[in-house]
């Protein structure tokens, strides 16, 4: 593992332990060039996964780049990070138990809009209001009167 602060090729292991319910192993690292201590996490890939954009381009499924989207949509609400983290593991776990190797771009954002709306409705519009393209207020207004719709 390279250091991410002086990029040396050798680093030690000073701590491992299992996180987010055995899924993953959290390794605390120093770097023996510089010093300095960073984390590493360690998870299992089933199989390489490869999310079709809506104009046909094709790439890699970017675990933190979802996690990223997912947190920006949360940003400033009361949503518990381990929450979260859950959420985005088992999103994980369906694309790669699904048994496709190419995901389409829209499946994906479909899961991340009901864990979003499962974890809170704030966030869930703000995401969708990203994911669906809202240009105007009346856009707003008719996705939340349609939530509206769906409670009663």
Known sequence: MHCPFCGAEDTQVKDSRPTEEGA????RRACTG???RFTTFE???LRELTVVKSGGKRES????KLARSM???LRKRAVDPERVERVINSIIRR???SGESEIDSKKIGELV????NSLDP????????VYRNFREARDFEDFVGSLSDQDD
């Open 34 to 36: 510089c010093g300095a």
């Open 122 to 129: 704030v966030a869930y519009v703000r995401f969708a209001s």
């Open 71 to 73: 947190n920006i949509a």
């Open 95 to 97: 694309l790669e138990s």
């Open 61 to 64: 499924l970017d675990r933190d």
């Open 113 to 116: 809009m009901d864990a979003l």
């Open 43 to 45: 998870r299992v890939q």
């Open 24 to 27: 993953a192993i959290r390794r």
